[in-house]
């Protein structure tokens, strides 16, 4: 896969009080394999301030992990059947989240590789919302799947 690429970054987050909240970024970004991980890099813009967020995704069979540093400061660790602890930070304050995963799952395809989490969100120690990431890597010139 080449360097260059695009990026399709679903979300669904299920929380008792909210109901379902829906998320969904299409980005170009920078990907690159190496030493048995694949690394996906792209920024996010918040709408409201215009700052950016620079976003490092690190991911191989069973583990993925998320560095954001930017607006928003964290650190998520995805491991199938553990729960990890991170301090997720925005300019309105910091708290203590926890990211209980129950599946990490990676297809990977010559042209393109598809990215599954399912994990259980947890802020402050207490249960917050059942999430669900699903993240799309294309080459740029390669078909995007926008039906998702």
């Known amino acids: ?4 690429v695009i990026a399709v970054i679903r979300g669904l987050h ?12 299409i980005t ?13 890099v792209y920024e996010d813009l918040d709408e409201g301030t215009g700052k950016k967020t620079r976003n490092l995704l690190k991911c191989r069979p069973h583990f993925a992990e998320l560095t954001r540093k930017g607006l ?5 660790v995805f491991e199938e059947h553990r ?14 989240i926890g990211i209980d ?10 042209d393109k590789i598809r990215l599954s989490i399912d994990y259980v969100l947890e802020i402050n120690y207490e249960q917050f919302a059942n999430c669900n990431i699903h993240v799309e890597i294309s080459e740029k010139n ?7």
């Open 72 to 76: 928003i400061d964290v650190h998520m």
């Open 142 to 148: 390669a078909g995007i799947d926008l039906a998702g």
């Open 101 to 110: 995963t129950t599946r990490v799952d990676i297809d990977e395809q010559p």
């Open 1 to 4: 896969m080449t360097k260059e």
């Open 14 to 25: 299920f929380s008792m009080e909210d109901g379902a909240d829906k998320i969904e970024t």
């Open 83 to 96: 729960k990890n602890v991170a301090r997720y930070t925005t300019p309105f304050g910091s708290v203590m």
């Open 28 to 40: 170009p970004a920078e990907y690159f394999f190496r030493s048995g991980c694949h690394y996906l």
